[in-house]
């Protein structure tokens, strides 16, 4: 049996494109004359399109979120642990739409695709994009797959501020939010992280501008590090000591690498750099330091959250030191004090931040609980029994 | 009246040189024909010889501790708030040494030094040291200074790992040792940060595999990078937040900047690179990952302290994360289960790893207190009133 006809998988998929041929106007003031979406979904939309649910990626995600593209791959989607028959996001139930945001290199409109303007790559003239302009290019696939208003829209990380946005750009459009792992905005410290990992990127000789495809070339030292920093900061000191402490790395190899964790970050930046663009990265970084719907209401968080009409699940996790739990309680508490029906749930685990894409056991059955309680709420479900009714706990 | 002319100074002071001519064997099997270090000394040595205080320097410091090198200098040495008339480190009651370490680039051997044998530069050939190699070297600068046995070894971070490896490898030789803000061995994550620092430094073209002198060239991307993972590790994500939260740049400047905290890194990381050696970083480096006492007494902490004769006061801060409490506290457990005196300091402040340079009041307050007590119980200074001898607080 492949791996993809598991009774809980969504075997396999396939990505689809949409072109939207209308401008796209941007934060920054410039537009997107038009645009490209790659995406892939789950499961089947019900007769009155209600039991839709939107997943956004983070940092470097995309749009293959569950199941296998071929009976061959030995990896399944980014979000597999989550999206599935039985799944948190049960596919019995939902119907799952991921996308690749605009910007990005695994297909949608980013700079790697070709300006209808001046013909050529649009590299590093790509418009900067932010969240906001993510969410309204999700409302047109949206309206291209004929979904007026999502079950849910989900996401980790960057993809909770996705979700956040949703819920304040358009309130009638989401019946809940849900926050995993996410921030109001970033702290001067995750600021910091991305700028480290941006100047990585563009002092690179091999970046040459932003110009390296052009240049046959790749600033793969630079994207190395920058996904070196990355891994290091989504795990906790814990989870590393768990899962490298200080061994030695058997045969030496390279020389120079000895302890394990030197060769693992080697292997997970060499591995990204290969397949991950630089000008992606320096977007999507920038996209996330901005993040901040407060400042469009007078920098009052509670002001945002007020126009919003969702209902929310806010998620994070202990040893989660980049997105913190104490970041998730001032969403909370700006909901609460928003008066909107928020279910806050903290998970206890070594993971970090990374703990939201691995099966960590606590959290997949809140996940799993809260949408249940999404699908019969919304009338497409049956109502679970009482066990269940109690609901996910705080 | 000049900054070094303040009643608390030590003043003008002069580097000063002392050349070894017999070999210095090291831990990796290699050894040194011969070695000069640069070192400072504050205050003046008692007929007894038993009020000197040796200081050992961090990851990027160096001999220059206190005082001014020149009246229009602007910056005292780098722990000129602890050493000076009345501070905790008080060169009234002590004679203070603090060297540049071998492997170092500020006058002691080190990688930009001639290799006697090849009349070459040593660069990359440096051999790898340790920070037992360290000690050892100090070791001979104390007899060539006539000191039998120090009062008090004190150090930071890498600076208090020194100190412990003191108190084990010449306990006869040291009668208090002050460990702040040290770890009895790098956590894997301490590890990943210093391989990012390094890889940065190994990945920049202009490392010439460390033949850069040679070449005239210098890896300031990557020294500018490594220091930049620095900076932001030793702060705290408070601490950055009350310094820069998420202040725009005034007038924009190099374009890409943005926010406070980007351009405060980018001053940082250029000016370091411009002067400091990227060899010596990778050895310092190193040496921390590899320092780990316990693995010659069969991995028992407690084993090794054993063997200890000194008194430790053992001192660590709130939100440091990078050598945080709890790895202070593995220490002083093994000290307790050792039976060694040991007074332990936790102290309250936002600023992270790097408040052990600052002037935290209740630091100093608690450091003076015990440095008064290393004074008096070793008979050159009066036993101070009683509302002193309640000692420093745990």
């Known amino acids: 049996m492949t791996l993809a006809a598991a009774s809980d998988s969504v075997g396999i998929v396939t990505p689809q494109h949409a072109a939207f041929e209308s401008a796209l106007a941007l934060k920054c003031g410039r537009q997107l004359p038009r645009f ?38 030995r990896k399944p989607g980014w979000w ?13 139930l939902f119907f799952v739409v991921s996308l690749n945001n605009i910007g990005g290199c695994h297909g949608s409109t980013g700079p790697r695709s070709i300006d209808p303007e001046t013909n050529r790559l649009y590299g590093p003239d790509f418009p900067v994009v932010s969240v906001a302009d993510w969410v309204k290019a999700q409302a047109h696939l949206a309206d291209h797959l004929g979904i007026e208003r999502f079950a849910a ?34 702290s001067a410290q995750n600021i910091a992280f991305n700028e480290i990992a941006r100047h990585a990127i563009t002092s690179d000789p091999s970046f040459h501008a932003g110009r390296y495809l052009e240049a046959n070339d790749n600033p793969e030292r630079g994207l190395m590090l920058a996904r070196m920093v990355g891994h290091v900061t989504y795990q906790s000191d814990d989870g590393l000591r768990d899962k490298f402490g200080r061994r030695i790395q058997p045969n030496g190899g390279s020389g120079d690498t000895q302890f394990q964790i030197e060769s693992y970050l ?30 469009d209401y ?10 919003a009409q969702a209902d929310f699940w806010v998620c994070s996790f202990t040893t989660d030191w980049r997105f913190s739990p104490a970041r998730s309680k001032e969403i909370v508490d700006a909901l ?41 709420s919304l009338g497409f479900a049956n109502r679970p029994d009482n066990r269940l009714t109690a609901g996910p706990a705080s």
Chains 1, 2 share one sequence.
């Open 36 to 73: 490209d979406l790659v995406y892939e979904t789950y499961g089947t939309l019900n007769a009155d399109h209600t039991n839709a649910v939107l997943v956004c990626h983070a940092l470097s995600g995309h749009h293959h979120a569950a199941g296998f593209h071929t009976s061959t791959d």
């Open 336 to 376: 609460i004090s928003a008066h909107k029906n928020v279910v806050s749930t903290i998970i206890d685990t070594a993971q970090g931040h990374d703990a939201f894409l691995l099966p960590v056991p606590r959290y997949l059955d809140v996940f799993r609980a809260y949408m249940q309680r999404v699908a019969w």
């Open 153 to 186: 829209i989900v996401g980790g990380s960057l993809g909770g501020m996705q979700a956040m946005q949703w819920a304040i750009d358009f309130p009638t459009r989401i019946a809940h939010a849900l926050l995993i792992a996410a921030a109001p905005r970033l």
């Open 80 to 92: 597999d642990v989550c999206i599935g028959p039985g799944k948190p996001i049960d596919t019995n």
């Open 298 to 307: 007078g920098d009052d968080l509670v002001a945002a959250l007020s126009v």
């Open 266 to 295: 080697h292997h997970q930046g060499r591995s990204f750099s290969q397949t991950f663009d630089a000008n992606t990265y320096l977007l999507m970084t920038r996209a996330l330091d901005e993040f901040d719907p407060a400042r």
